[in-house]
């Protein structure tokens, strides 16, 4: 309780609804701890059953039946260290649970129990007052101080929430297993080991080839990672209006979805007439993109349609996304006095030439560069439709050619 206030604002940054992001901003700062104290009480109780004889008696339940017991009280602290934060930011930001937020959480407590049997297997073997606190340490630092390391694979396989989610994104498959796979192999090779008194080394040849096949398997899934934790987009549910174009938008913003359809339209309309582009099959929200953002397409037009309807500026929003280049690195000025000519066709003019007078009280260098581009804006403006038309398709052109 005390751990998720002091970090209140991880759990307070922007989520726009998405419980996703509202359990990884919850739970991320202290799965490392969770994880620490699940495999320092194990190693204890596995030292406690061990003083008590519990295995040498003539009992009827077997080893693994014992262990099961002893073990649920451990999961249910380490579940609730995890769970109640997670359940506290829900309340906290009045987001509702979804199944995708619930399977994040699922993940971390399928770790604490692979971080019980490891614990098992070290208490079985060594003195836990020596052991249990220093398998607690190394399972903080392991996870804990991942992101410090020099080797991207060593964070993405620990089972740490790292980074924020963006809205729309999740884990991929192998991010989520990955971790799993590791410490599972781990754990499953631990508790071979004490689990019967019978055939000692066959159990540990078993156990070595199941950690040793483990642990490249695991890594074989995430050495291609960069820094970041790889994600799919997408994945918040959309509400969909309308025809020529349809509007998609997030759920959470889906209210005032009759009203950037009726702008979407009127928008495009003028943007046809204008001679720049056909009317788009889809105008969607970029919200869902999370941090790869994809570039508009002559059918798909992407917008800050969420942003858009809250700061006021929807139609602005949607000019803009009409316009793309054909190169990933246009240039920049030509870039600018292209977005100026689209904005004011749409009647957004007066917006886009706030942003450039930002952009020019920056350096000398920019306030020139702004009033050439207003100048060839305007200019090209007063020409006829047909002219306009082929100056702008030659912008687009000349942006690619003139890139760095």
Partial sequence: MLFYY??????????????????????????????????TMAVWEMGRLKEGRVWDSPIVRTRLR??????????????????????????????RPTVSS???LGQQLLICVAYIAIGYGVGFWTPRLISAPILGG???????FSVAGYSYAWRHLVGYFFEPLMFGELPTRNALLA?????????????????????????????????????????SMVQSWGASTPVVT??????????????????????KLDFVHTQAVSVA????????????????????DGRHQRSSTDAVWRAQLTAGVTRGDVRYQIALSSLHFPCAGPDQVIVHTASLWVA?????GPAYEKLLDRWAARADSNAAAVAEIKKQAREARAESRDKQQAWYEKLLADACEEAP
């Fill in 234 to 255: 997408g994945a918040a549910p959309v509400v969909c209006t309308g025809k020529s174009p349809e509007v998609c938008m997030p759920e959470i913003s889906a209210a």
């Fill in 102 to 104: 619930l399977v994040l």
């Fill in 179 to 219: 971790p799993l796979v590791l410490i599972g192999a781990v754990a499953v090779a631990s508790t071979l080991i004490w689990i019967s008194p019978r055939h000692l080394m066959l159990r540990c040849c078993v156990a070595a080839g199941i950690a040793v096949a483990g642990v490249p398997a695991a890594y």
């Fill in 6 to 39: 002091f970090d209140n604002h991880i759990s307070l940054l922007p989520n726009h609804g998405y419980a996703p992001t509202v359990v990884v901003n919850a739970i991320g700062p202290i799965c490392a701890l969770a994880y620490a104290v699940t495999a």
């Fill in 138 to 144: 190394l399972v903080y630092y392991f996870v804990a």
């Fill in 344 to 348: 004011t066709t749409a009647g957004e």
């Fill in 66 to 95: 014992v262990a099961i017991n002893a073990g649920v009280p451990i999961l249910l602290v380490s579940g609730l260290m995890l769970a109640l934060p997670a359940a506290l930011a829900f309340v906290q930001t009045g987001v």
């Fill in 269 to 288: 309309r003028e943007l046809k007439v204008a001679g720049i582009s056909e009317t788009p099959r889809l105008i969607t929200d970029r919200l869902s």
